[in-house]
């Protein structure tokens, strides 16, 4: 299937899946364990139904959000996604790309294969960064000083990766972001294209942004090795202390999922949440982040800003967030699907996609803006579906 025939994130999976290597894929689309929390944000959306008002004018639709004083083309985001230059040669900065031509936020992963440094300047004033707290807090602080020198404006401190889980798929293929174990070197031939860009591309991609501390930052081993040794650092409160202190930009927390967390996140300074379960990559038994938003919205809604991800695969989940109260939604899966499918393209095809279905679907509501999906057009139903579709 070719990219400008894929009709929803599920064609650019499924056109994903027959580029990648199996190993590759998995490690896209793999969660925590038995993978409940990761079936859960699916089915959690799909408990919540969207209400329609007719007889509206809602011939036209407008999108565009407001946020930390930007303006943006649509009310969702790219979340931070690592090993993006493993899927497709440069994939980070085709990520960064198509943001910034669709106008919408693009936020680079702690673990990206490009560095901060990389981003052109005008990709750069776009981005957000993902960091993750390590054992070596001067290192942190160097991080942190780069993403400034570079032009981002607003900074993600993710708290819930304060240990290394059982990803089994990962485990059971011998996956590692430092290279190839024999059984998928073999998969990989069975996959030329992918393979070609691979080998074009110098091999296995180092993480870019530890590069510098590494005992030999060229070497992707080596880099690997010090990051597996500085990450992950257990963050604690202190930490967001500190960040507060010395980032004078935009400072987001992302994990939160307890209102209590939120509380005191915004006691300390987050100017914004991400209410988030990583994607079902972490804790296997937690919470759909969409079934806890309303109660840490009922915590702090009025005195941050509430965003959400983990579970984005339609528009409607999209719209379903915002009824909730969440000011933007990030989605991480979907445009790795069309980067792992097309590349540049491929990421451009998945926004385009994601933004024409919360413009048909808002019309259908009844809405003419964003400001439109609330909580008088959402109720929560019992049915959640058989077929999961993990795209």
Known sequence: MAIDRAVNIADLRRRAKRRLPKGVLDYIEGGAEDEIGLDENIRAFRRHQLIPRFLTDSARIDLKTELFGKTYGAPFGIAPTGLAGLF???????????????????????????????????????????????????????????????????????????????????????FSGAGFRPLLMLEALLHPAWLSGYRRNGGVPRFGNFAPYAIDPDDAESVYEFMIDHLPGNPVWADLERYRRLWKGNLVVKGILHPDDAVRAVELGADGIIVSNHGGRQLDRGPASVDMFPAINAAV?????????????????????????????????????????????????????????????????GCARVADFDGGRLRVGAGAGADLGRA
């Open 88 to 174: 497709w040669p440069d994939g980070d900065l085709m990520l960064a790309r198509a943001a910034l031509a669709e106008t919408i936020p693009y936020v680079m992963s702690g673990t990206s294969n490009a560095r901060i440094e990389d981003l052109p300047p005008d990709c750069a004033r776009n981005a957000w960064y993902q960091l993750y707290t390590g054992r070596d807090k001067a290192i942190d602080l160097d991080i942190v000083r780069r993403a400034k020198a570079a032009g981002i404006e607003t900074l993600v401190l993710t708290v819930d990766s304060e240990v290394r889980t059982k990803r089994e798929r990962d485990i059971r293929n011998r």
């Open 301 to 365: 809604g009025g005195r941050t800003i509430l965003m959400l991800d983990s579970g984005i695969r339609r528009g409607s989940d999209i719209i379903t967030a915002l009824c909730l109260g969440a000011r933007f939604v990030f989605t991480g899966r979907a445009t790795l699907y069309g980067l792992a499918a097309g590349g540049l393209p491929g990421v451009s095809k998945a926004i385009a996609i994601l933004r024409h279905e919360v413009e048909t679907v808002g019309r259908q509501m």
